[in-house]
C-alpha cells in the first residue's frame, strides 16, 4: 500500500493550496482517511479527517479555511487550503487507517507548504 501526495508549494499570507493523495496497492476501502502536519519543531497534529460516512473533523486552527473530501473509493483525498497563514507552514502528511490488521494505518510521504508573511 502506499501513499503519494502532491500540491504543496510556497504561497504568500491569503493564498490557496489544493493538496492530493492517492492510496494504491489496497484491496479494501479505508474507514478513515486524512491530513496531518508537522510544523518545524513541533509534534505531528491533525488537520483534517473523513470517515467512510462521509463524517467530517477538523483542527480548530483550520475551521472555515480547510475543507477535506475525497472520492467515493476512498482512493484519492484532497485537502483545499484557504486563507492560509504564516503558522499552516508544515509538512502535510495524509493518512489511511484500515479496520483490517493486515493493512492497519498508513502514511504517506508528505508535501511542504510554506506560507510567507
Known amino acids: 500500500v502506499q501513499l503519494q501526495a502532491s500540491g504543496g508549494g510556497f504561497v504568500q499570507t491569503g493564498g490557496s493550496l489544493r493538496l492530493s493523495c492517492v492510496v494504491s496497492g489496497a484491496n479494501l476501502t479505508p474507514y478513515i482517511v486524512g491530513w496531518f502536519r508537522q510544523p518545524p519543531g513541533r509534534q505531528r497534529e491533525l488537520v483534517a479527517t473523513?470517515?467512510?460516512?462521509?463524517?467530517?473533523t477538523y483542527a480548530d486552527s483550520v475551521k472555515g479555511r480547510f475543507t477535506i473530501s475525497r472520492d467515493n473509493a476512498m482512493t484519492t483525498i484532497f485537502l483545499q487550503m484557504n486563507d492560509l497563514q504564516p503558522e499552516d507552514t508544515a509538512k502535510y502528511y495524509c493518512?489511511?487507517?484500515?479496520?483490517?490488521?493486515?493493512?492497519?494505518?498508513?502514511w504517506g510521504q508528505g508535501t511542504q507548504v510554506t506560507v510567507s508573511s
Open positions: 473523513v470517515e467512510n460516512d462521509a463524517l467530517t
Open positions: 493518512y489511511s487507517r484500515w479496520l483490517d490488521p493486515e493493512y492497519g494505518a498508513r
